[in-house]
């Protein structure tokens, strides 16, 4: 079965700062990886996919993270925090017949002015 | 593209009480999702469907959980006899057909159950 662990349920950053936030998963199979944010009250928005081919996955809003097998990985990164990047990070693999998402179980983002 | 539609956002109900959630997915998404999330976790899934079949029920969804998507297009949420360990967010999701690992799914804004 797969499964995601998020190492640090609150992460703080000053502004400008190296964003990163830790994801290992496990997987039986070639897993298909993703990360999703989520502001309050509101659902979840996709900032970057991994399935197949490079290793080093750009989205959106300044964000990238690194697949590494090796290390089953998939850790998300951003230069320089912003204000807005503050919200809670989900980082999740598909498994199933269905290839439903199983999720970490968040890490909140705090960004300090 | 307007997105995946979630109604109501919010209910309050008391215990025992039996509640329906809609779900309208992006038109001519084939796939849809229903997770739920608990406060500080991430969400997990309850059940999927392809069309109007479905397809794949979670562990979590007990006898008093049904859900169903008639015509392939809106799908609906029910719990009867609702009870305090329901209290949650029921998210839905959507993606469409073709190579799955291309087509992440698309979440609504969820539907927030409280239970009195």
């Known amino acids: 079965a797969q499964s995601v662990t998020q190492l640090g349920s609150h992460v703080s950053v000053s502004e400008g700062a190296l964003v990163l936030l830790r994801c290992n998963y496990s997987?039986?199979?070639?897993?298909?990886l993703f990360w999703y944010v989520q502001y309050p009250n509101q659902g979840l928005q996709l900032l970057l996919k991994?399935?197949?081919?490079?290793?080093l996955v750009k989205g959106i809003n300044g964000f990238e993270a690194e697949f590494k097998k090796s290390e089953t990985s998939f850790h998300l990164t951003k230069p320089s925090a912003h204000m807005s990047d503050a919200a809670e990070y989900f980082c999740?693999?598909?498994?199933?017949?269905?290839?439903?998402?199983?999720f970490g179980s968040g890490t909140q983002l705090t960004v300090l002015p | 593209d307007t997105g995946v539609s979630q109604n109501p956002r919010h209910k309050i109900t008391k215990r025992g009480q039996n509640v329906t959630f809609r779900c309208d997915p992006i038109?001519?998404?084939?796939?849809l999702y229903w997770y739920r999330q608990t406060l500080g976790q991430g969400p997990e899934f309850l059940t999927y469907?392809?069309?109007?079949?479905?397809?794949?029920k979670s562990r979590l969804l007990s006898d008093r959980f049904s859900a169903e998507r008639p015509k392939g297009s809106f799908s609906t949420l029910e719990i009867q006899r609702t009870e305090q360990g329901d209290s949650a967010m029921y998210l839905c999701?959507?993606?469409?057909?073709?190579?799955?690992?291309?087509?992440?799914?698309?979440f609504g804004d969820g539907t927030r159950l409280s239970i009195l």
């Open positions: 999701a959507s993606s469409p057909m073709g190579v799955i690992s291309n087509q992440p799914q698309h």
């Open positions: 997987s039986s199979v070639p897993p298909y």
């Open positions: 991994y399935t197949t081919g490079a290793t």
């Open positions: 999740a693999v598909t498994s199933g017949s269905a290839r439903q998402l199983t």
């Open positions: 038109s001519e998404h084939n796939r």
């Open positions: 469907f392809q069309n109007e079949a479905q397809l794949e």
